[in-house]
């Protein structure tokens, strides 16, 4: 076999495909360990609507946690969400990078000032919106059937995107979902 066909093999294999999802559950968790240090407060660059400092944050906000509970509530639907992006539509670093900046901007233009957001529960909800509105639009079998996992799955987080719940991002979650739709529409024009 020559090596640019060996290489194009490892990158197809299952395994190739989710490295980058459980190199960014990693870099969560890392980051986390190192924010639970004695006068260490990584926190503090989340996305601060509206502020200059603050859009940093968008880029920041989803390795970012209030602690390990938060961190667990997001790895588990990251991990699972993020690997049927990987596997399914090889598209896992275009949605995102897509969710990460339309989200990020949505919620620094929209949530309340003085705030900080974190978490990844936006690129959690962008990763679902993605993966039921690629299944519509792509109508392909595969597709469709993730579509119907992920609605039988996650739907009940669709409560998430409304507002009521203090100390919950709804703002994070709406933009990240609607960012999802939107990267879903990009990507299949582009397909």
Same mark, same amino acid.
């Given at each position: 076999?020559?090596?640019?066909? /060996?290489? /194009?093999?490892?990158?197809?294999?299952?395994? =190739?495909?989710?490295?980058?999802?459980?190199?960014? *559950?990693?870099?969560?968790?890392?980051?986390?360990?190192?924010?639970?240090?004695?006068?260490?407060? &990584?926190?503090?660059? #989340?996305?601060?609507?509206?502020?200059? /400092? #603050?859009?940093?944050? *968008?880029?920041? =906000?989803?390795?970012?946690?209030?602690?390990?509970?938060?961190?667990?509530?997001?790895? #588990?639907?990251?991990?699972?969400?993020?690997? &049927?992006?990987?596997?399914?539509?090889?598209?896992?670093?275009?949605?995102?990078?897509?969710?990460?900046?339309?989200?990020?901007?949505?919620?620094?233009?929209? =949530?309340?000032?003085?705030?900080?957001h974190i978490g990844a529960?936006? @690129?959690?909800?962008?990763?679902?919106?993605? @993966?039921? =509105?690629? #299944?519509?639009?792509?109508?392909? @079998? @595969?597709?469709?059937?993730?579509?119907?996992?992920?609605?039988?799955?996650?739907?009940?987080?669709?409560?998430?995107? &409304?507002?009521?719940?203090?100390? *919950?991002?709804?703002?994070?979650?709406?933009?990240?979902?609607?960012?999802?739709?939107?990267?879903?529409?990009?990507?299949?024009?582009?397909?």
């Amino acid at each position: 076999m020559s090596p640019p066909a /060996e290489i /194009e093999r490892r990158r197809s294999s299952p395994l =190739a495909q989710l490295i980058p999802v459980i190199g960014m *559950i990693a870099l969560m968790w890392g980051q986390e360990i190192v924010d639970q240090l004695p006068g260490v407060d &990584l926190d503090q660059y #989340g996305i601060r609507p509206r502020s200059a /400092e #603050g859009l940093a944050g *968008i880029v920041s =906000a989803p390795f970012l946690h209030g602690g390990f509970d938060h961190l667990i509530a997001n790895t #588990g639907a990251f991990l699972v969400l993020g690997s &049927l992006i990987a596997l399914t539509t090889r598209k896992f670093w275009p949605v995102t990078i897509g969710v990460a900046l339309l989200g990020g901007l949505g919620t620094w233009l929209v =949530a309340a000032a003085n705030t900080n957001h974190i978490g990844a529960s936006g @690129l959690v909800y962008g990763f679902a919106a993605f @993966l039921v =509105a690629w #299944g519509v639009l792509t109508r392909r @079998l @595969l597709s469709l059937v993730v579509s119907i996992l992920v609605v039988v799955m996650y739907g009940g987080i669709v409560v998430g995107v &409304l507002p009521g719940q203090p100390g *919950i991002s709804w703002q994070g979650h709406l933009f990240g979902a609607l960012a999802g739709v939107v990267m879903a529409f990009v990507l299949r024009r582009k397909g």
